[in-house]
């Protein structure tokens, strides 16, 4: 198994095994509305929970979940822009290398 990415979000060029194109890939916004979804969904019910037990101030929500909002968008995009990728290749949205 190759790396599939370049940077932090950068898909190569080409596999560095198998030689598979991956210029032709498009994830698109998919990775980006999943991780928006399942984070919100997240987020918002631990913040309702931390305000409906707790009652804090609301620099303290801003403390608690920006760095928790941000650090989770960075971690779930690339499993979830991986996935996605893969999906195309599972269903011939990507070609083979020949």
């Given at each position: 198994m190759g790396r599939l990415y370049d940077?932090?979000?950068?898909?190569?060029?080409?596999?560095a095994i198998c030689g598979?194109?991956?210029t032709a890939q498009?994830?698109?916004d998919g990775p980006a509305v999943f991780v928006v979804f399942l984070l919100g969904?997240?987020?918002?019910?631990?913040?309702a929970l931390v305000e409906i037990a707790f009652s804090p101030p609301l620099w303290v929500h801003l403390a608690l979940w920006t760095p928790l909002i941000l650090g989770g968008a960075v971690l779930m995009l690339r499993p979830f822009k991986a996935a996605l990728i893969a999906?195309?290749?599972?269903?011939?949205?990507?070609?083979?290398?020949?």
């Open positions: 940077g932090l979000l950068r898909v190569r060029a080409n596999c598979l194109d991956l498009d994830a698109g969904m997240i987020v918002v019910g631990l913040a999906l195309q290749y599972r269903h011939h949205r990507l070609a083979p290398p020949s």
